[in-house]
């Protein structure tokens, strides 16, 4: 899968209510990653499966482990969204140009960290739905 970079910044010429917006969403969109990631857990736990499957326990602990990575990893950006949704509503009160420049830096950075570990996590779900396609009883 493509991984993003930091060589253009799209935040140049964006509004705070733009960063607001966007930093809103992508915490939205980790909540409900939690959830899928979850209940993706969950359907590797059930006793859903042909137990014949070769190597079964091995790719569904695999998969587990992968999963509770993820889920941490989670966790930690929705804090750091948090944390930086707060900090652009005091970027409200801040003129300089030193200051527009961290907020674009760090709000960029951000997004990258976000973009690139949903595209990762959006690989791993692809790979436990093809994997299970064909065990599912």
Known sequence: MEQFNN????YRDKSIEELRF???FYKSRLTLLTKELEF???????NS????????????????KQIDINLKKTSKLAIVIERQHNEVQLKIECDELSCDDY???KNNEIELDVVNFLT???????????????LII
Request: aromatic residues 12%; glycine residues 2%.
């Open 40 to 46: 993706f857990k969950q359907l590797l736990d059930s």
């Open 7 to 10: 060589d253009e910044n799209p």
């Open 49 to 64: 499966f042909d137990p014949k499957t070769l190597n079964l326990f091995e790719k569904v602990t695999l998969f587990k």
């Open 120 to 134: 990762q996590t959006a690989k791993l779900k692809s790979e436990i739905m093809e994997y299970l396609e064909g």
């Open 22 to 24: 966007n930093l809103s």
């Open 103 to 105: 907020f674009v830096r």
